[in-house]
């Protein structure tokens, strides 16, 4: 199969897409945004330029696929629009770990996650898998414990709300 083209995202490498895989290319695209979104809110938290604005550069940089870049706009646009609320929900389901007091990228991980679960079709368990995989990579296994109890108990509580 042929391959098409690779996009570098918070320094790293996404994976190659690969022709005639509608399933894979979709998968990996949302994942491609996930960590856009996540570079954006991250770059954004130390003040200099709002995290759309970092967005767009970054989706510039890259030369991402529309979809991507589509799924990228939407996850930062909630984030943005519900950053209050999402950081009363990471002190509510997380008191020991205030808001203020977590790293940046442990901040930002939180933020897109609870953002994606709270305000996205997305299924919660599927939302909840990748942004968990998203805080290993990123951060390391206390995070994603973290990431795992807290989006976990958003989940239900708003399940059964």
Same mark, same amino acid.
């Given at each position: 199969?042929?391959? #098409?083209?690779v996009?570098?995202?918070?320094?790293?490498?996404?994976?190659?897409?690969?022709?005639?895989?509608?399933?894979? !290319?979709?998968?990996?695209?949302?994942?491609?945004a996930?960590?856009?979104?996540? %570079?954006?809110?991250?770059?954004?938290?130390?003040? $200099?330029?709002?995290?759309?604005?970092?967005?767009?550069? $970054?989706?510039?940089e890259?030369?991402? !696929?529309?979809t991507?870049?589509?799924?990228?706009?939407?996850?930062?646009? $909630?984030?943005?629009?519900?950053?209050? +609320?999402?950081?009363? #929900?990471?002190?509510?389901?997380?008191?020991?770990?205030?808001?203020?007091?977590?790293?940046?990228? !442990? #901040?930002?991980?939180?933020?897109?996650?609870?953002? *994606?679960?709270?305000?996205?079709? +997305?299924?919660?368990?599927?939302?909840?898998?990748?942004w968990? *995989?998203?805080? #290993? +990579?990123?951060?390391?296994d206390?995070?994603?414990?973290?990431?795992? %109890?807290?989006?976990?108990?958003?989940?239900?509580?708003?399940?059964?709300?």
């Amino acid at each position: 199969m042929a391959r #098409r083209g690779v996009a570098s995202v918070l320094g790293e490498r996404v994976m190659v897409r690969r022709e005639g895989c509608q399933a894979t !290319d979709r998968h990996r695209s949302r994942r491609a945004a996930r960590r856009a979104a996540l %570079g954006a809110v991250f770059e954004a938290d130390f003040g $200099q330029h709002t995290a759309m604005a970092v967005l767009e550069r $970054q989706l510039a940089e890259t030369e991402a !696929d529309p979809t991507t870049a589509e799924l990228a706009r939407e996850l930062v646009s $909630q984030v943005v629009a519900h950053r209050d +609320t999402i950081d009363a #929900r990471i002190e509510l389901s997380a008191p020991q770990y205030p808001v203020t007091q977590l790293a940046r990228m !442990d #901040r930002a991980l939180l933020r897109c996650a609870i953002g *994606e679960v709270l305000h996205s079709p +997305t299924p919660a368990r599927v939302a909840i898998a990748e942004w968990v *995989e998203l805080a #290993r +990579t990123y951060s390391g296994d206390p995070m994603r414990r973290l990431m795992n %109890g807290v989006l976990g108990r958003i989940a239900r509580d708003t399940s059964g709300a």
